[in-house]
């Protein structure tokens, strides 16, 4: 492995950031400083939080910024049944992007699972 980027949650997570900006391109303008850019954030936090515990010396803070990006994931769910609330996006965009979600929490999961189990042999 040379870095984060060949992490499949990563990848994953990368695919999940770049479909929440398309949709967030779709918001109404007054949108723009308060859900969108929430989302925004929580999404890019996703994939930032991988790669900042990919570089961490111990797999334990590598496992914490982990949890971090699971929990950014979360967040990026309650948005996006905002964004659904308020009408600026379908059911179908939404089961879309809450099985793009799904994928990114399991691949996640097994990432730190690996990672529990490499902490161990150490």
Not at 17 to 42: N, V
Not at 43 to 63: D, F, K, L, M, P
């Amino acid at each position: 492995m040379k870095g984060f980027e060949d992490l499949e949650a990563w990848k994953e997570a990368r695919k999940f950031r770049i479909a929440i900006i398309a949709l967030t391109k779709t918001f109404p303008k007054h949108e723009q400083y308060l859900l969108m850019s929430q989302l925004k954030r929580a999404s890019r936090s996703v994939t930032a939080n991988i790669a900042e515990g990919y570089g961490r010396y111990h797999y334990q803070e590598n496992i914490q910024f982990c949890r971090q990006s699971r929990g950014s994931l979360e967040e990026c769910k309650d948005h996006l049944y905002a964004a659904y609330d308020e009408e600026y996006m379908n059911e179908q965009q939404l089961e879309a992007l809450f099985a793009q979600h799904k994928r990114c929490i399991s691949l996640l999961n097994g990432y730190i699972d690996w990672l529990k189990k490499q902490k161990e042999k150490n």
